[in-house]
């Protein structure tokens, strides 16, 4: 590449920086990752681009699309609108599996209706990291992730279990879960020593695994977005998810799928991915999932299992919050969530009194604000009690 | 508090509306009647008055091309009253600038379920009064959700104020009759976070906006 491009690439972040550089955070730890910023884009500004070798412009290159991602991610953090009830229940579920301390979780709220996802490009570049400490004496301990959520569905407490699987996708990836999955799988098929029950569940979830050249071209080429790793990684994220909100996911992506029965290259058919599920939470004996949950216990040392507290309330029927005890029924308050909204609606009108008939939108409206609002007080709650015990 | 009521043979006569004590108040959340959540202090509720917090959650009003808050329908709803505002949150502990001659849609961080005879009526805490922040309003019988108040900053000064603080106090009045809040379609139910104004629901406005139709031939 010429040095001319990679001095256009920079003139670029220049002009985003012109404006970005002011940017003001309440929160210390993104006040801290601008400084950083600040300090490489001031030591870029005073190399001289021309006496640079290829490797070490296309190095360049690589440092300068970072500083944009970081700025993008910061920039769009959109703190005053964020629904950080949301976040900060995944956030617990992210305890579970990882330190929390070593993210800085940043949310955009997106044009896109089925924009749910994290954001991971920032976190597992381990090579931009060591460039950038060699290059220019910064260290980033703090890594940003960012949660995409759809502006029209960010206060929908319903569909925002889907971000539990988002979650899991995330985890899969830290962990890579997937590819070890991908290789025991696999390497189990071509052992011959599976039994005809684990050989025929394994072809009802992976069908084309009957197809020898398949099997051989998956076994000698593995990629993290071929059709049999896309599999595992829905799999697996589905049945992370199972643990926090058991088969509430499975209602949602039932109604974004329209229950797709056949499989696509980048997921397996709804029906699979249900029944997967289903296998997980009623402890129906099972091949695949006892691997998938073996492996993660290996990799992880986290146990795969039931994450949850059940709420036992008739609160949001009494159209009031719920009062979370323990922070595990946060995750049982999508389930409890849902169950409201699949049972008869007559159920609210009764417990309080209603005289006049709920429409589908009011119960929505209803449900979300008192999801919402369970959420909100256990935070306050739990806030407050450790400032009065500081 | 003395409210005139009207009595089933027509006559009128003067009755006391009793005020809620502590003990009344502290009963009637211990037998569940009452919802107050959360009550981070037990001493918000005083010997005559309820304090509740600033919530999270705001409203403000935006300049946009609508030239004016439209309490009319006789526009089209060519100007609709929920464009001209804008939400915005806060985490607790943070603050909010209340700017001069500036009105704000906020909410209480409470959620409420009131009883089905008992109203609450609304001040600021004197401590607010006198920066110069003024609200004044009444809460229904039955009402459920987070109290929604309308801040007005009268100072010409703006005002920082902290989310999560005590600013305003409800008295709590037993009404004398039991009455049900949802006997009827509500426009505000199990509010949250604060709500635009829906007066343009009003049954009142759409009679109001036929009769202006007719007197123009239109």
Redesign the interface.
């Known amino acids: 590449m010429q040095s001319k491009l990679l001095e256009l690439h920079f003139s670029q972040l220049q002009f985003e920086w012109s404006k970005a550089k002011y940017n003001n955070y309440?929160d210390l730890r993104k006040k801290d990752y601008h400084t950083k910023l600040a300090t490489i884009i001031s030591a870029i500004e005073k190399e001289n681009f021309q006496i640079l070798n290829d490797t070490e412009i296309t190095q360049r290159f690589h440092v300068i699309d970072f500083l944009f991602k970081s700025l993008e991610f910061l920039n769009n953090s959109t703190?005053?609108?964020?629904p950080?009830e949301i976040v900060y229940v995944l956030s617990e579920a992210l305890k579970d599996w990882s330190s929390t301390d070593d993210y800085i979780i940043v949310t955009s709220l997106i044009n896109n209706i089925n924009g749910f996802s994290f954001d991971n490009s920032l976190m597992f570049n381990d090579f931009i990291y060591s460039d950038i400490e060699l290059l220019y004496d910064v260290k980033f301990e703090k890594k940003l992730v960012q949660i995409n959520l759809p502006l029209s569905l960010s206060r929908d407490y319903l569909a925002n279990v889907v971000l539990y699987h988002e979650l899991g996708h995330f985890i899969d990836r830290k962990f890579e879960i997937t590819r070890v999955i991908y290789i025991e799988i696999l390497n189990s098929v071509a052992s011959g020593k599976l039994n005809t029950n684990e050989q025929a569940e394994i072809l009802e979830y992976f069908p084309y695994l009957s197809d020898d050249k398949m099997f051989s071209w998956l076994k000698d080429n593995y990629n993290p977005f071929n059709l049999f790793s896309n599999h595992i990684a829905e799999y697996f994220c589905d049945l992370f998810a199972s643990q926090y909100i058991k088969n509430c996911s499975n209602h949602y992506l039932e109604y974004i799928t329209l229950n797709q029965k056949n499989y696509s290259i980048t997921h397996p058919s709804t029906t699979n991915r249900v029944n997967f599920v289903e296998m997980f939470l009623k402890r129906t004996p099972s091949f695949l999932v006892e691997h998938f949950e073996n492996i993660t216990y290996k990799i992880t040392g986290v146990n795969v299992e039931n994450k949850l507290a059940e709420v036992d309330s008739k609160n949001f029927e009494?159209?009031?919050?719920v009062?979370i005890q323990d922070g595990k029924e946060l995750h049982g308050l999508f389930i409890y969530g849902w169950k409201v909204w699949l049972d008869p609606w007559d159920n609210i009108k009764k417990q309080?009194?209603?005289?006049?008939d709920l429409s589908q939108v009011?119960v929505y409206?209803?449900l979300n604000?008192?999801i919402?609002?369970s959420i909100?007080?256990f935070?306050?709650?739990t806030?407050?009690k450790l400032a009065k015990s500081s | 508090m003395e409210t005139l009521l009207s009595k089933p043979n027509g006559s009128l006569q003067n009755q006391v509306s009793m005020i809620l004590n502590k003990e009344d108040v502290n009963k009637l959340i211990g037998n569940k009647k009452l919802v107050i959540s959360p009550l981070l202090e037990r001493d918000q509720i005083g010997e005559l008055t309820i304090d509740f917090r600033l919530g999270y959650n705001f409203l403000v009003t935006i300049h946009n091309n609508n030239p004016f808050l439209d309490a009319s329908l006789n526009n089209d709803d060519k100007f609709p009253l929920k464009s001209s505002f804008q939400e915005t949150r806060r985490l607790l502990g943070d603050t909010f600038l209340l700017h001069p001659n500036q009105t704000v849609l906020a909410s209480s961080l409470e959620y409420i379920k009131l009883p089905q005879n008992v109203y609450a009526v609304l001040s600021m805490r004197s401590s607010y009064l006198r920066m110069g922040i003024s609200i004044s309003a009444i809460v229904q019988p039955g009402y459920c959700g987070c109290i929604s108040i309308e801040l007005t900053n009268i100072n010409t000064i703006p005002i920082n104020l902290t989310i999560g603080a005590a600013i305003f106090q409800a008295r709590l009045y037993n009404a004398n009759a039991t009455t049900n809040y949802f006997a009827k379609k509500r426009k505000y139910m199990c509010q949250v976070r604060p709500v635009a104004s829906n007066v343009n629901d009003d049954n009142d406005l759409k009679e109001l906006n036929k009769i202006w139709k007719n007197n123009n031939h239109l």
Do not use: H
């Not at chain 1, 703190?79 to 964020?82: D, E, K, L, N, V």
């Not at chain 1, 309080?352 to 006049?356: D, E, K, L, T, Y």
């Open positions: 309440s703190t005053s609108t964020i950080f009494s159209l009031i919050p009062e309080s009194n209603i005289g006049f009011k409206e209803i604000n008192l919402e609002k909100g007080n935070i306050v709650k806030e407050w």
